[in-house]
């Protein structure tokens, strides 16, 4: 049975597409354009009729003569025809209507389709996070009402049926990381990257935590995975510390002691003198100094 906000939302969708469609399809056949062409029609033939009527009359007055006279009358001839002419050309316009009612019928079947390929039918009803969210009581009166966080298992049976949901795959990586399951956490982010490859994967502080998550993976392999991905955080971001903090980190670990104080020592200026955090980086610089004039 569908929900609620499900109806309420597919709802709104057919009135607005109905909407669209009539607009649409006002612009294609050009109803307006026929109204306002009728109408200047009329005003026009009235205007040819006083002009013919006051060439009578000034020839009849000796105002002007015959061939002033023939003249006259066949600029007014020629005006008419060209007068005639224009709506031939609109009818023939009004004749496209049978082409435009196949145009009316794939907009919105197009648009179902993009949806359906590109959207998430099942956010409707999502709830990332928990916490309170404001309901309606029977007296009309606001109140809060606590909405469950959604459980590990919740979150994977909704992934699978809305595997393009980047919130809801990074939902589970946290709650993969609270339980302590860093590869399932991993690979939930990697899903989370891969549904919103224009957005959350060049967010600079997500791109730390994944590669925070390959290091704590502890597999050989993804260290230098996990480098390259510090190194797109800061091109993002340069001014984030705790992605040059770990870099420093990954270098001074293979023994690249030089670019590690280089990057430790950007870092040092963002943190205010004389901070915990100053005074341990000043320690671990200096420690990298000395293996790197010692040749270690």
């Given amino acids: 049975m569908l929900s609620s906000s499900t109806i309420v939302f597919w709802v709104i969708v057919c009135a607005m597409t109905a909407i669209l469609m009539a607009f649409i399809g006002v612009g294609l056949f050009g109803f307006l354009n026929r109204e306002e062409e009728n109408d200047t029609s009329a005003y026009n033939k009235a205007v040819?009729?006083?002009q013919i009527n006051e060439l009578k009359q000034d020839l009849q007055r000796g105002a002007?003569?015959?061939q002033q006279y023939d003249q006259g009358m066949e600029e007014i001839e020629r005006r008419v025809l060209e007068e005639l002419d224009r709506p031939k050309a609109i009818s023939n316009s009004f004749l496209t209507w049978k082409a435009g009612i196949p145009l009316l019928l794939v907009i919105p079947l197009l648009a179902f389709c993009i949806y359906f390929l590109a959207g998430s039918p099942s956010l409707i009803n999502y709830s990332a996070n928990g916490g309170e969210t404001a309901q309606w009581d029977e007296e009309g009166n606001v109140a809060l009402k606590e909405v469950k966080q959604p459980t590990v298992e919740e979150l994977k049976a909704y992934v699978k049926n809305?595997?393009?949901?980047?919130?809801?795959?990074?939902?589970?990586?946290?709650?993969?990381?609270?339980?302590?399951?860093k590869q399932q956490a991993l690979e939930a982010m990697d899903k989370a990257f891969e549904a919103s490859p224009h957005k959350m994967a060049e967010d600079s502080t997500l791109i730390t935590e994944r590669a925070i998550l390959m290091l704590e993976v502890q597999n050989e392999e993804l260290i230098d995975k996990a480098q390259s991905e510090l190194n797109k955080a800061i091109e993002a971001n340069p001014e984030n510390a705790t992605a040059k903090e770990i870099l420093g980190m990954i270098y001074y670990r293979?023994?690249?002691?030089?670019?590690?104080?280089?990057?430790w020592s950007q870092v040092l200026d963002l943190y205010p003198a004389g901070s915990p955090e100053a005074l341990q980086l000043i320690d671990v610089i200096g420690e990298a100094k000395n293996r790197a004039m010692m040749g270690f």
């Fill in 48 to 50: 040819y009729e006083d």
């Fill in 254 to 263: 293979k023994g690249q002691y030089q670019k590690a104080v280089d990057l």
């Fill in 64 to 66: 002007i003569n015959q």
């Fill in 162 to 181: 809305s595997p393009k949901d980047s919130r809801a795959w990074l939902q589970l990586s946290y709650l993969y990381q609270k339980d302590g399951d």
